[in-house]
């Protein structure tokens, strides 16, 4: 369970880094301050064939880590905390689909995940130095009635019975007083 953690941690850290990698755009002059509202990144521009690579030298103010982003704390419509985020759901082109946040429970034990689009979100602002924190129009009570984020598993093979491991067995149909 712990490497299948940290695989799914590492799997997320490196599409989403890729995912916010992939900006094509020049850095922007403006003083404008960052958008209060989370959307998720353009589709990843392809460099098939191309030969051409897009290098991000430094991270903007407006733009997070997902290293830093998982455990951003979640508040509600009421500025209560509801919970935090857990994971990050990215689609094969780097599109961010879902934030999953961990709702309920103490400490990880009775917690539930919900999936909630990028769009949900607004940006709170952290305040003395402390981080900034994501807001939800719902309150606790929602998410936690909210239907659970099922995580992909994927298909097992299916075994006939007739397995090939048949050490110590006699071939069916032989008894014991049969075979020398």
């Not at 490196?14 to 403006?30: D, G, I, K, N």
């Not at 960052?34 to 353009?42: G, Q, R």
């Amino acid at each position: 369970m712990l490497k299948k953690l940290m695989m799914s941690t590492a799997l997320s850290a490196v599409l989403a880094t890729a995912a916010f990698a992939q900006s094509t755009s020049s850095p922007s002059t403006s003083s404008e301050p960052p958008a209060a509202k989370i959307e998720s990144p353009a589709p990843a521009a392809k460099s098939e064939g191309s030969g051409k690579m897009n290098f991000v030298s430094s991270q903007k103010p407006d733009q997070w880590l997902a290293s830093k982003f998982k455990g951003t704390d979640v508040v509600g419509s009421d500025n209560e905390k509801i919970g935090d985020v857990s994971d990050i759901l990215f689609d094969k082109s780097g599109k961010v689909d879902a934030f999953i946040i961990s709702v309920g429970g103490f400490l990880g034990v009775g917690s539930k995940e919900v999936a909630l689009a990028p769009s949900s979100f607004d940006v709170v602002p952290g305040q003395n130095g402390s981080p900034d924190k994501l807001k939800v129009s719902a309150t606790k009570d929602q998410l936690t009635d909210a239907q659970n984020f099922a995580r992909y598993e994927p298909p097992r093979p299916a075994t006939t019975g007739a397995g090939s491991s048949t050490s110590g067995m006699k071939p069916s149909g032989t008894s014991p007083s049969t075979s020398r």
